[in-house]
């Protein structure tokens, strides 16, 4: 190899009478630049926090006004949600229920799927093939929800009612489907991450015990990785409870609890699409806009907690990994 | 168990989890197919010369000799259907004959007092004309085409008479005859149907103020107000589909009482069954290739141009430009912030409280819904920071993009601590061993090496920002409006755009193409991003090997 960029001086350099140590002054300054140095490092890192703190900080003063006008028991517990009615109501447990009946109904069609999808991914196929199916992954997740929300309500909901003859093509069934698409990339990158993280010893155990391949997956290895895909699954739904577009163009946002409860042919309104519906028509200071507001506050809380519940998760899964 | 059942079920999971993948292509085919399969008929279609037109009033970009010669060529065709309708409307528009017939008998009255006449001769006169008048407005009226012979008989006897020869009057002559030759044609009991089924005919043909026709706005037509209804079919898809409309006519019939209407589909020639008017449903489908001159069309500038009525012509040019600002803008503040926290992260910070805190935040922060930050925004950045300095509280660029900084912080930093994280231990020793300072080492050694990490972080970053749609509709994002002329205007972007067009729309319903286009223009924007970030990445990759 040529050593370009590399330039060696033979022979004594000019200063070689300096002597190696630094003189105080030097050390002094040294002393002071690192820590200086590290503190704006850290105030620069010290923006999520600060980002984090400003987002609750603004979601929940900006609710106050609301919450205590209106208190916090009817809007949790009312299901009329009507705005801007000469009495205005506003009660989310509506909205509430539906953000939880999509993502429940998208993790039932993801939640399989996503699992076999991480095991063939980890277990099954050579390099090759997992060098072509893991672009397919990547690139569901690149899509950007409005495309998905486009696809839904365009190419979607027209062939739905064509095909089942539903009264509309904007419900549940459509919101979730899509939503599981969404929450599959998630799904399926933790849980491959978690199953492939247990090592081979574990495996060749069960092998030669003389267990099938669907022994070892169901009756060790999935049951090993249970934490890391719990938490893929918990992630899965934070991604389908957080997503806006897609609910508010697919779900027919129609303020309504389903009934009967399995129906999903149902439209139904979720958190976010009423915030994203809503705010360009609530005037500013009103009670409207602060319910909004209030409504963003339950949709944090909500991916706070599952967010933690992740959390929990995730390290156990990496403990478990670094045991086996 | 049976190992013969064990077995089998085992071939059962291996392929389920086969077909859990494959079920994952096929959706990807399924969700991007059919759209990029429309989408692409905004930039490639088969342009008539109506498009040419177009394109040369709007956009002012056109071969302007060859097009009036071609548009020439076109017109002379197209006069026989004005001819063919013309004619079919002289014997059954009663209105408009009578207030024609009422109109010459005025101007006629008109034009004797400028005449040196006698006073018996005036009043003679008149009452001929008014007795004409009242002939041939008899006869129009009249279902009876005996009636009608006799009444315009008696109105060309005056044919001959000295004192209509040269006046205004000599019109009712053409209108009588006109009239008899139409109404000989015709089924007189149905005037009614055959003026609701003429106006049908002229809207696909010539369109109306709400809708664009077939071959546009008659010559003799006002000048319409918007520039979807100025132009007949500018595409030959939609061409295609008009000229269905107009050989096809639809009915909703009951088959069965009780039953949902069925639609029938019958041929629109029958309705007009021996008239004036029936050879246009032959000459139309025959010669509409000489009305309109498809001719393939690479519409590239649909990526330049702006919209006209609600995205009917034109393109998503300040789509782009809106969604490229707010990227670009964004980036500014979201890359130096992720590197040089990812930087601390790995290198400066040691396990504690601290650090513990530090990185809770970042995963909370990943985890906020994206309407949270758009709620954020707008309470944060619109409406507290802004007013603070001394900028007008309203949403523009620059709140969408610090918004959007803020939600891609995480992706940001994640993706850059993992690349720090994997540069080698020996290359930070080394340049450690070699006298360098900490920061020395980050600044020359680690952080070139962990470049091609850091520009995939960029590159999620940047597909993140270019695609949300959520955090920027009450910060930054609207359906209309001009191009941004600075970062603090609100702009169009193509994420918005795409869910306004899906949803918002009426008059982008008409022109799936464009609406198919926008969103196609967004994905495949969001992928060339992609690309060219990886091919920055081997380049950045090959050169640090030393290749």
Same mark, same amino acid.
């Given at each position: 190899?040529?050593?370009?960029?590399?330039?060696?001086?033979?022979?004594?350099?000019?200063?070689?009478?300096?002597?190696?140590?630094?003189?105080?002054?030097?050390?002094?300054?040294?002393?002071?630049?690192?820590?200086?140095?590290?503190?704006?490092?850290?105030?620069?890192?010290?923006?999520?926090?600060?980002?984090?703190?400003?987002?609750?900080?603004?979601?929940?003063?900006?609710?106050?006004?609301?919450?205590?006008?209106?208190?916090?028991?009817?809007?949790?517990?009312?299901?009329?949600?009507?705005?801007?009615?000469?009495?205005?109501?506003?009660?989310?447990?509506?909205?509430?229920?539906?953000? @939880?009946?999509?993502?429940?109904?998208?993790?039932?069609? *993801?939640?399989?799927? %996503? =699992?076999? &999808? $991480? +095991?063939? #991914?980890?277990?099954?196929?050579?390099?090759?093939?997992?060098?072509?199916?893991?672009?397919?992954?990547?690139?569901?997740?690149?899509?950007?929800?409005?495309?998905?929300?486009?696809?839904?309500?365009?190419?979607?909901?027209?062939?739905?009612?064509?095909?089942?003859?539903?009264?509309?093509?904007?419900?549940?069934?459509?919101?979730?489907?899509?939503?599981?698409?969404?929450?599959?990339?998630?799904?399926?990158?933790?849980?491959?991450?978690?199953?492939?993280?247990?090592?081979?010893?574990?495996?060749?155990?069960?092998?030669?015990?003389?267990?099938?391949? @669907?022994?070892?997956?169901?009756?060790?290895?999935?049951? *090993?990785?249970?934490? %890391? =895909?719990? &938490? $893929? +699954?918990? #992630?899965?739904?934070?991604?389908?409870?957080?997503?806006?577009?897609?609910?508010?163009?697919?779900?027919?946002?129609?303020?309504?609890?389903?009934?009967?409860?399995?129906?999903?042919?149902?439209?139904?309104?979720?958190?976010?699409?009423?915030?994203?519906?809503?705010?360009?028509?609530?005037?500013?200071?009103?009670?409207?806009r602060s319910a909004l507001f209030a409504v963003g506050v339950v949709l944090l809380l909500m991916t706070f907690v599952l967010n933690i519940v992740s959390e929990y998760f995730l390290s156990r899964a990496k403990k478990a990994a670094g045991k086996s | 168990m049976n190992l013969g059942v064990r077995r089998s079920l085992d071939r059962l999971f291996t392929g389920l989890t086969g077909a859990s993948i494959v079920l994952l292509m096929l959706v990807l085919i399924a969700v991007l197919g059919p759209m990029i399969y429309r989408g692409s008929g905004a930039v490639l279609f088969g342009g008539t010369v109506e498009f040419r037109k177009m394109q040369r009033d709007l956009f002012n970009r056109a071969d302007r000799d060859a097009l009036a010669a071609e548009i020439a060529e076109t017109d002379e065709v197209r006069q026989v259907v004005h001819e063919m309708v013309d004619r079919f409307k002289k014997g059954i528009d009663i209105a408009a004959m009578s207030s024609q017939a009422r109109e010459i008998n005025r101007e006629y009255g008109r034009e004797l007092r400028y005449r040196d006449a006698t006073p018996e001769e005036y009043t003679e006169s008149r009452e001929v004309a008014r007795a004409i008048r009242d002939k041939l407005e008899e006869a129009f009226g009249s279902q009876d085409i005996e009636l009608i012979r006799k009444n315009i008989a008696e109105v060309l006897a005056h044919k001959d008479e000295p004192r209509f020869k040269g006046t205004v009057a000599e019109r009712y002559f053409t209108l009588a005859t006109d009239f008899l030759d139409a109404a000989e044609h015709i089924d007189l009991s149905r005037y009614h149907d055959y003026l609701v089924a003429l106006d049908e005919v002229e809207v696909i043909l010539f369109g109306s103020i709400e809708h664009p026709g077939l071959l546009g706005p008659r010559p003799n037509q006002p000048a319409r107000p918007l520039a979807m209804t100025s132009y007949g079919a500018t595409r030959w898809d939609q061409a295609q589909s008009l000229l269905d409309r107009l050989v096809w006519a639809e009915k909703w019939v009951e088959k069965e009482p009780g039953q949902p209407l069925v639609k029938e589909r019958s041929p629109r020639a029958e309705l007009f069954h021996g008239t004036a008017l029936e050879p246009l449903f032959t000459y139309v489908p025959e010669q509409l290739d000489e009305m309109l001159r498809?001719?393939?069309?690479?519409?590239?500038?649909?990526?330049?141009?702006?919209?006209?009525?609600?995205?009917?012509?034109?393109?998503?040019?300040?789509?782009?430009?809106?969604?490229?600002?707010?990227?670009?803008?964004?980036?500014?503040?979201?890359?130096?912030?992720?590197?040089?926290?990812?930087?601390?992260?790995?290198?400066?910070?040691?396990?504690?409280?601290?650090?513990?805190?530090?990185?809770?935040?970042?995963?909370?922060?990943?985890?906020?819904?994206?309407?949270?930050?758009?709620?954020?925004?707008?309470?944060?950045?619109?409406?507290?920071?802004?007013?603070?300095?001394?900028?007008?509280?309203?949403?523009?660029?620059?709140?969408?993009?610090?918004?959007?900084?803020?939600?891609?912080?995480?992706?940001?930093?994640?993706?850059?601590?993992?690349?720090?994280?994997?540069?080698?231990?020996?290359?930070?020793?080394?340049?450690?061993?070699?006298?360098?300072?900490?920061?020395?080492?980050?600044?020359?050694?680690?952080?070139?090496?962990?470049?091609?990490?850091?520009?995939?972080?960029?590159?999620?970053?940047?597909?993140?920002?270019?695609g949300e749609t959520a955090p920027i509709l009450f910060t930054g994002a609207v359906s209309m409006g001009p191009v941004p002329k600075s970062i603090f205007d609100p702009t169009r972007t193509l994420s918005y755009g795409s869910y306004d067009m899906a949803v918002g729309d009426r008059l982008a319903m008409m022109v799936p193409h464009n609406q198919y286009g926008m969103v196609v223009t967004l994905i495949t924007l969001i992928l060339i991003l992609n690309a060219v970030a990886i091919v920055l990445r081997s380049r950045v990759f090959k050169k640090l090997k030393g290749h």
């Open positions: 190899m040529e050593s370009r960029g590399l330039t060696l001086t033979l022979g004594p350099s000019d200063d070689r009478r300096r002597p190696l140590a630094l003189t105080p002054r030097e050390d002094l300054l040294g002393f002071i630049g690192s820590y200086l140095g590290r503190a704006v490092l850290f105030l620069i890192t010290g923006t999520s926090v600060l980002a984090v703190l400003l987002i609750l900080l603004f979601v929940i003063l900006r609710s106050v006004p609301f919450l205590r006008d209106f208190g916090v028991g009817e809007f949790l517990t009312s299901r009329a949600w009507r705005p801007t009615a000469d009495e205005p109501v506003f009660g989310a447990l509506t909205l509430i229920v539906g953000s @939880l009946y999509v993502s429940i109904a998208a993790l039932l069609f *993801a939640v399989p799927v %996503g =699992i076999l &999808a $991480a +095991v063939f #991914l980890s277990d099954i196929v050579s390099w090759k093939i997992r060098n072509v199916a893991k672009p397919v992954v990547e690139i569901l997740a690149a899509i950007p929800s409005v495309a998905y929300g486009f696809f839904a309500v365009l190419v979607l909901a027209p062939w739905m009612q064509r095909r089942f003859g539903f009264s509309t093509g904007t419900n549940a069934l459509n919101a979730s489907v899509i939503l599981a698409i969404m929450a599959l990339p998630t799904i399926i990158s933790v849980a491959e991450d978690a199953i492939s993280a247990l090592g081979r010893e574990l495996r060749e155990a069960s092998y030669s015990l003389g267990a099938t391949r @669907l022994e070892t997956m169901t009756k060790v290895v999935i049951p *090993a990785a249970h934490s %890391g =895909i719990i &938490a $893929a +699954v918990v #992630l899965g739904m934070m991604r389908a409870i957080g997503e806006t577009m897609v609910v508010w163009m697919a779900s027919g946002n129609a303020t309504q609890i389903p009934h009967p409860w399995w129906d999903l042919s149902q439209s139904i309104r979720t958190m976010t699409a009423t915030i994203a519906g809503e705010m360009g028509e609530a005037p500013e200071g009103g009670a409207h | 498809p001719r393939f069309t690479v519409y590239w500038q649909f990526f330049i141009d702006d919209n006209f009525d609600s995205h009917y012509f034109g393109g998503v040019g300040p789509e782009i430009i809106g969604t490229l600002l707010i990227t670009v803008v964004g980036m500014l503040f979201v890359v130096p912030l992720g590197v040089i926290s990812a930087a601390y992260l790995v290198e400066c910070a040691s396990d504690g409280p601290v650090m513990r805190i530090l990185r809770m935040s970042i995963n909370t922060l990943a985890g906020v819904p994206s309407i949270v930050f758009g709620l954020f925004g707008l309470a944060f950045f619109v409406l507290f920071l802004f007013p603070r300095l001394g900028f007008e509280p309203k949403p523009c660029i620059l709140a969408a993009s610090l918004t959007l900084a803020v939600l891609t912080l995480p992706v940001m930093i994640r993706a850059s601590e993992e690349a720090i994280r994997t540069v080698p231990r020996s290359y930070k020793e080394g340049s450690l061993a070699l006298g360098a300072s900490r920061f020395r080492t980050f600044v020359t050694v680690t952080f070139p090496a962990a470049l091609p990490g850091i520009l995939t972080g960029v590159i999620l970053s940047l597909s993140r920002i270019a």
